[in-house]
């Protein structure tokens, strides 16, 4: 489903500053309905992997292709048809600011075409699965780290995408809404979603039990099938 | 498609309504565009009006000496009318001027007593010459100076009024020009104020535009919104600076009066209202619209 093929990434530096290397000849494939973890220490690589798969970034050198299209090679118009199918948590959260906790929710699924009725009656649902229904009304400044964090999750899954790229999606949650988030997407994938997790969290990469990639210096240094945090 | 549409529009009303700030600070300064465009348009008519009243009133006059008959100067009109620079030509007998004397001047007492000392009728017949434009009065004067005319005419206050006939016409096209240009200059800068204001309102907007493109939605859907808000402001922009426009031609109408007497701006508006209607919601609508589209375009690259 998801196919990298010696990806290189490279960040010019502004002025003397000499480039980055974010990614190094990375290849690796991802298959339909896997729930796959991408470890590493920050600055290995994980967000600009991500990026890069959602057109957000374009690499340096290498393709990668997803359901046999070439993301790189879209054109602008393009996009929005590849986004739709990504539910992404960012890092940063990107809740749109000038919308509530609801109309972030909300908006994605109008973004797809999804009718009023379904969405007066999914969002609620959502926002009760990420235990913010009393949040509902509140923009994202008036948010706590961990709110905003599961807005962004019950953002990612509302549009029933077919991959779920989670970006450090527990990194504001306290362990009780940590198991709770990791239970949903492990949920979400039994269903039948492909779940590509970035996060530095040993305890929930060992409890998984899952695939697991472990970046080091921008390189792919580890592979499992049934992967162990080991850094 | 109609689904999309009407979430465009509600989605741009929500941010109007919500942006209090912004929106105010953008109606503002459209107003003030609007009203710029209008006040150029009025002063574009007005000073048309002045320039047109004022060249209306210069003429030369031809005085006869007194023993020439009627029949004579009715010749000359005659024969004055079709000279192609002529405009008009006005008899004027000795006892017309008589009476336009009296008339003008019956409140002065001491002009009227010493009219009466004089006696009789000291006045000229004349005939009152209008030209094309300024430039023929020359070509009229010289006409009338040969020698044909020689043994009937007193004299031709073309040279007496030449000076002052010739700066008005400069003046009037200088001022002409002058307000021109001018009122142009002051359209482009409000212009480019509001396409600033705008830009910088959405400058905010950016991160919220690229969060958009980033969870999947087409360039179509983020940017009619904004199309939407610009047109609120346009709108809402445009009623404003009617009813002050109204308002400011209702008030100031009866004095501008009494300076300039014929010129009524209250009734030269209602009479181009709806002209002055399209301009200030075209002007409304089309800097809203097109300043934002401009300035989205930057934030949809991502």
């Known amino acids: 489903m998801i196919k990298f093929e010696d990806i290189t990434k490279i960040y010019l530096g502004h002025g003397e500053n000499p480039p980055i290397k974010a990614l190094e000849n990375v290849s ?9 973890s991408i470890v590493g220490r920050s600055g290995a690589g994980k967000t600009t992997l991500l990026k890069l798969l959602m057109a957000e970034e374009k690499p340096t050198q290498g393709q990668i292709f997803f359901e046999d299209k070439e993301v790189n090679n879209l054109k602008p118009g393009q996009l929005p048809q590849l986004r739709r199918k990504i539910g992404a948590v960012f ?31 999914d969002v609620p649902l959502i926002l009760e699965i990420v235990g913010l229904t009393e949040r509902a009304n509140n923009f994202p400044a008036e948010l706590s780290g961990g709110e905003k964090q599961r807005a962004a999750i019950a953002r ?27 239970r949903l997407l492990l949920k979400i994938q039994e269903m039948g979603t492909t779940v590509v997790l970035a996060t530095h969290n040993k305890e929930i990469i060992n409890r998984l039990g899952k695939r697991v990639i472990t970046l080091e210096k921008g390189r792919i240094v580890r592979d499992e099938e049934r992967g162990r945090f080991i850094l | 498609m109609i689904t999309a549409i009407k979430r465009i529009f509600k989605l741009g009303w929500s941010s109007f309504t919500r942006d209090g700030g912004i929106a105010t600070a953008t109606i503002f300064i459209l107003v003030i565009t609007i009203f710029l465009v209008s006040l150029l348009f009025l002063f574009q008519n007005i000073s048309q009006f002045l320039i047109s009243s004022l060249q209306e009133k ?38 017309e001027a008589l009476e336009i004397f009296v008339e003008r001047h019956k409140d002065d007492p001491v002009l009227m007593s010493s009219l009466e000392e004089v006696g009789g009728n000291p006045f000229l017949a004349s005939l009152n010459i209008k030209a094309w434009e300024a430039s023929q009065y020359q070509k009229v004067a010289d006409f009338l100076e040969g020698p044909r005319f020689e043994n009937l005419i007193e004299k031709v206050d073309y040279y007496q009024r030449k000076p002052v006939i010739e700066r008005i016409f400069s003046l009037t096209s200088a001022a002409n020009k002058a307000g021109i240009s001018l009122s142009i200059a002051l359209v482009v800068v409000a212009i480019l104020v509001t396409f600033n204001t705008i830009r910088l309102a959405i400058l905010n907007q950016k991160e919220e535009i690229q969060i958009q493109r980033l969870v999947g939605a087409s360039n179509f859907f983020i940017r009619g919104p904004f199309l939407i808000q610009g047109t609120i402001s346009g709108i809402l922009a ?31 508006f209602t009479k181009n209202f709806w002209t002055l ?17 401009i300035a989205i375009r930057k934030y949809l690259k991502v």
Not at chain 1, 28 to 36: D, L, N, Q
Request: with cysteine.
């Open chain 1, 28 to 36: 690796f494939e991802i298959k339909e309905k896997e729930f796959v």
């Open chain 1, 91 to 121: 890092q940063d959260y990107k809740l749109l600011p000038s919308k509530t906790a609801y109309e972030n929710i909300a908006y994605v699924m109008e973004v797809i075409g999804a009718g009023d009725e379904e969405i007066r009656r």
């Open chain 1, 156 to 182: 990612a899954i509302a549009n029933r995408p077919e991959v779920i790229l989670a970006d450090e999606p527990t990194g504001n949650l306290d362990p009780y809404h940590t198991l709770d988030i990791i």
């Open chain 2, 58 to 95: 210069v003429d030369i006059s031809v005085y006869f000496k007194e023993i020439i008959p009627e029949e004579d100067i009715l010749n000359v009109e005659k024969e004055l009318s079709q000279i192609p620079e002529v405009k008009n030509v006005k008899y004027v007998s000795k006892e």
């Open chain 2, 238 to 268: 445009f009623l404003i600076c009617l009813l002050l426009f109204t308002l400011i031609c209702w008030v100031f109408s009866p004095k501008i009066e009494i300076f300039f007497p014929g010129l009524n701006i209250f009734s030269f």
């Open chain 2, 277 to 293: 209607f399209l301009i200030q919601i075209f002007t409304g609508i089309l800097l809203g619209i097109i300043s934002s589209t």
